[in-house]
């Protein structure tokens, strides 16, 4: 069973920085992803296999997404953090990385395997 666990959630101020980490069992196509209360699930940041990286507008600038050569750990370097930050980010990983996974990376439904989630509060 593959298991995802994401660690390195918190509590910053505006414009602090995080850096999430998640083991990442060995999948090639992985994301971070984050939901507010209230709020859809949305994909912030995506790594390829080939290390082609993708980012939600909202985080390009400020989010760099990253993983070791063996692909079991992935990182969301987190800089100039905002109160609108503030949600549950979960770690994904898709279990093939073709075309459909591409259209869809910044999605739920391209990936199979999720964590639990771990929280971020940034306060103003």
């Known amino acids: 069973q593959v298991q995802l666990v994401e660690s390195g959630g918190g509590s910053v101020q505006a414009g602090g920085s995080l850096r999430l980490s998640c083991a990442a069992s060995g999948y090639p196509c992985l994301a971070w992803f984050r939901q507010a209360p209230g709020k859809e699930r949305e994909g912030v940041a995506v790594i390829a296999a080939t290390g082609t990286t993708t980012y939600a507008d909202s985080v390009k600038g400020r989010f760099i997404i990253s993983k070791d050569n063996a692909d079991t750990i992935v990182y969301l370097q987190m800089s100039s953090l905002r109160p609108e930050d503030t949600a549950m980010y979960f770690c994904?990983?898709?279990?093939?990385?073709?075309?459909?996974?591409?259209?869809?990376?910044?999605?739920?439904?391209?990936?199979?395997?999720w964590g639990q989630g771990t929280q971020v509060t940034v306060s103003s």
């Open positions: 994904a990983a898709a279990r093939v990385c073709g075309l459909k996974w591409y259209e869809n990376r910044l999605f739920r439904s391209g990936y199979d395997y």
